[in-house]
């Protein structure tokens, strides 16, 4: 899936353009940058939620899901209806693979219980399981670390590397810099002209760290 010239503004004011970038398959790559640089608003063109000012995208005929920031349901839904909302998109369902998220996120014990009842965090790992359970090859997930202790983000780790091996391809926006050095092949730095692109090991240093992140100095 390719992407040339892309800008975009909210009422005139512009988030980004002229970006260019390719989402690798079968790879994961992050999306780094500040606040506000607009990281959503670029899933959100890339997902088809968002109209680009400018530019355009081509997909190729691969499905592709979009997990936002923050999640919310207004109304009573258990965690088990949230769920197979998202199980019953699959033409063929797959039962071992079903057992195997909500045994990975540990989300047995709060099936029959209200979404919106639940942690942050716990919402959190259903939400995950919601995207993970998606028959989409492509997943987008803007910031799928919040809310989530330590325990779960090493989970979620397990899971993005397990569904990388069957062969899905990842877009992730992140602000933990050591998380996306474990599971990233190629980093994106968002900035209001350019998308910088290229792979973990070359762009994760701490000079275009601090270039690109804002911050004066690093430790990696
Ligand atoms: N619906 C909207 N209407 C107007 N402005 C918006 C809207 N959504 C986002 N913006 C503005 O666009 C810019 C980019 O926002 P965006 O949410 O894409 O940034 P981000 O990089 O995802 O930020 P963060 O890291 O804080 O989540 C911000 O200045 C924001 O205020």
Redesign the pocket.
Known sequence: MKFSNLS?N??N?S?FHGLNGEIKQNQVTTLL????????????ILADLKKPQIGNVIYKEQSLFYLA?KNQVFDYITVEQLLEIAILRNKNRNLKFEETIMSILELKELLSKDLNNLSGGQQQRVWLAYAFLQPAKILLL??PLTYLDVKYQQIFYRLLMQEKKRGRTFLI?L?DINFAKRCSDNIWY?TPTVLVTGNTDTLLTKDLICRYLEVEDYLI
Do not use: W
């Open positions: 975009a909210y009422k004011i988030v940058g500040p606040n506000g640089s607009g990281k959503t608003t670029l899933m959100l920031q803007d910031e926006s602000h968002l």
